[in-house]
């Protein structure tokens, strides 16, 4: 891609000097140059509000391009905000790569850098002009460690890390323009029994029972001592992430589809205090602890039946990784691969259509490449859907619910059809048979006791409400009216939850986790559909996270954890598991890869 952007450079020279000869072009500045000196603004609407930048130019050349003002997602758009600019400078151009995974934000900054040089009088279709595409330069760069890592997610971060504190050299390579996968953008709950903070809440709770839910929430298609693992050593995870900095709310909650409150909330929005929390010991440990985005591997190097080292694509050429003790994969689930979610889905009606909440790397390259070598794949028909997609894109942006207690669904008809606390599973496939599909998310103050109150997103309510993504009434009637359902029945539906909370139990639908009536003004509605969210199958792994071929032995040298594994969740993950999965089984991939076992 380098080698695209230096064609591109020398197309924009070549511009230059037909501008420079006096060639007939649309710039309204003097014949000899390509744009009035000076430093312009420009605007463009990002994924939370306005974003601005600051664009200086002299005859010649943009010599600066700063993001001044902007609301998006930390973290998430943090790259865009470093790259495109960069990348704009860097090469002269506008038709720069926009960052995956927050191409909304990318694009934003081109639309706004297009505004500000066209107050520079630069002529914007020659900026806009794509660059040929070249081959490749063939050049092959080669490396070694004690260990190799597949995938910058939560899982492969955590690995690093272990490794890292099991005194190995690591090189984490990741496909993508940044490290933080789905583990970034995803609801970041984390389940684990903690004696602190279940003890003040008042909360009930034991190992046993995490297990007992996890095991039983999975139609008891988990594998008992993988659970085991997990759920033991869930606690120990969070330890080890406050350890490192890494900060969680005092209360734990219930998440959607997580059975119970143990939820741990991050402090910092989504993912990104995971990713922030391992990033900046790897920052500290740079000297042994390489990342490589941009960098997609494609093939495990195997050596008389051992993994000893990883093949991978990157943006100068080949790469070939030499592992001195082990491979982690921890590549990420196949959520976002449609020809996958087909090949392998049983349980659901054709996923085709169905948008995803995953990144657009959720290809599940993990677990082919170690199926070409060996590997037993297990459960991949297992693939786990939300009720909670953004109707547009079917992420989780603009969800407006808190917490599972004090919020319900309503059909198009203003009906509740389901026990709101059920498993995801159980939840989506009554959503299925829902008109449209669609349903409505009704909280009121409990939730967002003023406008400036944030969902999970870092979205406020007022700007979900400003952006018509959630509505906003005074009455139940009100909002029933607004959203198009039957003000009489959202009125019953509303009234009899009220009832159920008074009772306690159990109620109608089967619900019995309850906290406050829905019956403080202002009240909100937001449409949620289903969307593909995590893929339960993949590797097959023991409790030392070493991967196992199609007879149930150890492959030397292969280690896995995270969502590219397979057999922990059954046929349904419970809410809140995936963050401790990836980090109990992410921390143990990275010791046992440095110890060589
Ligand atoms: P987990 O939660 O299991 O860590 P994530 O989705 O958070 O899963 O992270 C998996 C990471 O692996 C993603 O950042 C994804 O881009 C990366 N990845 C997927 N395929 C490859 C590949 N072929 N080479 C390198 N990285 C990959």
Same mark, same amino acid.
């Given at each position: 891609m380098r080698k695209v952007y230096r064609s591109l450079a020398m197309l924009l020279a070549i511009i230059m000097i037909f501008a420079l000869v006096g060639c007939?072009?649309?710039?309204? *500045?003097?014949? /000899?140059?390509?744009f009035k000196a000076g430093t312009y603004t420009g605007e463009a609407e990002g994924i939370h509000g306005m974003l601005q930048v600051e664009v200086t130019v002299d005859e010649n050349k943009i010599t600066e391009v700063k993001v001044v003002k902007h609301d998006e997602t930390p973290g998430v758009s943090d790259t865009a905000i470093t790259n495109v600019p960069a990348d704009i400078m860097k090469?002269?151009?506008?038709?720069v790569d926009t960052v995956a995974g927050a191409s909304v934000t990318s694009k934003a900054i081109i639309e706004a850098v297009t505004k500000a040089l066209e107050k520079a009088g630069a002529n914007i279709a020659n900026l806009q002009k794509k660059p040929e595409v070249s081959a490749t330069t063939g050049q092959t760069i080669e490396k070694q460690a004690d260990v190799v890592i597949i995938g910058g997610g939560g899982a492969g971060l955590a690995a690093a890390i272990s490794a890292h504190e099991n005194g190995a050299k690591v090189i984490v390579i990741e496909k993508?323009?940044?490290?933080? %996968?789905n583990t970034i953008i995803s609801g970041s709950a984390f389940n684990a029994v903690d004696p602190v903070r279940q003890e003040k809440q008042g909360i009930e709770d034991a190992v046993e029972k995490h297990y007992t839910q996890t095991y039983e929430g999975g139609d008891k298609l988990g594998n008992p001592e993988l659970i085991k693992t997990l759920t033991d050593n869930a606690y120990p995870a969070i330890q080890w992430l406050e350890s490192m900095g890494m900060e969680f709310k005092d209360e734990v909650f219930t998440v959607?589809?997580? =059975?119970?409150?143990r939820a741990h909330k991050p402090?910092?929005?989504? %993912?990104t205090g995971y990713i922030e929390t391992y990033m900046s010991y790897i920052e500290a440990n740079k000297a042994d602890i390489e990342i490589m985005v941009d960098t997609k591997a494609t093939e495990i190097i195997m050596e008389n039946g051992k993994a000893v080292g990883v093949k991978a694509e990157g943006k100068e050429g080949n790469v070939i990784l030499k592992a001195n003790k082990g491979v982690v994969v921890?590549?990420?689930?196949? +959520?976002?691969n449609i020809e996958m979610r087909e090949k392998y889905?049983? &349980?659901?009606?054709?996923?085709?259509n169905v948008k995803t909440?995953?990144?657009?790397?959720?290809?599940g390259d993990g677990m082919v490449m170690a199926e070409k070598i060996g590997a037993n794949l297990i459960g991949m028909d297992k693939i786990q859907l939300l009720p909670? +997609? @953004?109707?547009?894109? %079917?992420?989780? /942006?603009?969800? &407006?619910?808190?917490?599972?207690?004090?919020r319900i669904f309503v059909n198009k008809d203003g009906d509740r059809f389901v @026990?709101?606390?059920?498993r995801r599973d159980v939840m989506t496939k009554a959503l299925f048979e829902q008109t449209d599909a669609t349903m409505w998310v009704i909280v009121d103050k409990h939730s967002y006791?003023? #406008?400036d109150t944030k969902n999970n997103f870092n979205e406020t309510i007022d700007q979900l409400v400003e952006q018509g993504r959630a509505y906003k009434a005074d009455t139940i009637e009100d909002l029933a009216k607004q959203i198009g359902v039957s003000p009489e029945n959202l009125k019953k539906a509303v009234d009899e939850f009220n009832k159920a909370v008074e009772k306690g %139990?159990?109620?109608? =639908? #089967?619900?019995t986790l309850f906290k406050d009536?829905? @019956?403080?003004?202002?009240y909100y509605a937001g449409a949620r559909v289903p969307t593909v969210h995590h893929t339960m199958g993949g590797i097959a792994i023991n409790t030392s996270a070493q991967v196992l071929d199609k007879d149930g032995k150890i492959i030397p040298g292969l280690y896995a954890a995270g969502e590219? *594994?397979? #057999? &922990?969740? #059954? /046929?349904n993950r419970l809410g809140g598991n995936a963050l401790a999965d990836i980090n109990v089984f992410g921390r143990i991939a990275g010791e046992s890869a440095a110890a060589g076992k």
């Open positions: 007939q072009s649309a710039v309204p *500045t003097s014949s /000899s140059s390509l090469y002269q151009t506008l038709a993508m323009p940044r490290v933080g %996968g959607l589809g997580g =059975l119970w409150p402090v910092k929005p989504l %993912g921890a590549a990420g689930g196949f +959520g976002a889905n049983s &349980i659901w009606p054709s996923l085709q909440t995953n990144h657009v790397g959720a290809t909670m +997609g @953004d109707p547009e894109t %079917g992420s989780l /942006s603009g969800n &407006i619910e808190q917490g599972v207690e004090n @026990d709101e606390g059920a006791p003023t #406008g %139990g159990k109620d109608a =639908l #089967g619900r009536k829905l @019956d403080s003004a202002p590219v *594994t397979g #057999g &922990i969740h #059954g /046929s």
